[in-house]
């Protein structure tokens, strides 16, 4: 099975996803990216894929540089002033994708996607990785909720499971 790799236009997701589009016209962009990687940190941790997302320094002036963060568990990387995050990911993809690698570009630049994808990268528009963010969070609190309601039963009852069982079968026979 191949490794996958999901690259992340940073700018490019702030600038489509509404909640953080939002964030960023309060004149909030440091908080817009921060959300962002807070939600990607928590859809990484479903999906268990490496995240690399990249920020244009055109936002913040500095040098580049590339960070491994404990907290979101993703490699960032800041571009110099003269490079764009467009170049940058679309040279790193290049680097990264192989045969035993997958790299997923997220970003809804269509040049960026034809030029990744020449170099056998896949992409995923900014509109679809929300949409799967947003699915994945309600799988999570589905699941989440599945568990602590069996939790919740079995916990707070001194039956066990057959009891339960025979219960409900009475319940739903007298209920007819």
């Given at each position: 099975m191949?490794?996958?790799?999901l690259i ?5 997701m702030?600038g ?9 016209m309060?004149?909030?962009?440091e908080?817009a990216?921060?959300?962002?990687l807070?939600e ?13 997302v990249?920020?244009?320094a055109m ?18 990387v800041?571009?110099s ?10 040279s790193l993809?290049?680097e990264?994708?192989n ?16 030029t990744?994808?020449?170099?056998g990268?896949l992409?995923?528009?900014?509109r ?5 963010i ?6 999570v609190?589905k699941?989440?909720q ?17 009891t ?6 009475l319940?739903d026979?007298?209920?007819?």
């Amino acid at each position: 099975m191949k490794e996958k790799i999901l690259i992340v236009d940073a700018y490019n997701m702030i600038g489509n996803w509404p909640n953080l589009n939002k964030i960023k016209m309060d004149n909030r962009l440091e908080d817009a990216r921060d959300e962002l990687l807070k939600e990607l940190a928590e859809y990484k941790k479903y999906e268990d894929e490496q995240i690399i997302v990249v920020f244009d320094a055109m936002y913040v002036p500095g040098n580049a540089k590339t960070i491994k963060d404990k907290q979101y568990d993703m490699d960032i990387v800041w571009t110099s002033k003269d490079q764009t995050a467009d170049s940058y990911i679309e040279s790193l993809a290049k680097e990264k994708q192989n045969r035993f690698t997958q790299v997923i570009v997220a970003t809804s630049d269509q040049a960026e996607q034809w030029t990744v994808f020449s170099a056998g990268a896949l992409r995923i528009p900014a509109r679809e990785l929300f949409g799967n963010i947003t699915r994945t969070k309600k799988e999570v609190q589905k699941q989440t909720q599945k568990l602590v309601d069996k939790g919740l039963v079995i916990r707070n009852t001194p039956f066990d499971e057959e009891t339960l069982l025979k219960l409900a079968r009475l319940r739903d026979r007298l209920s007819k």
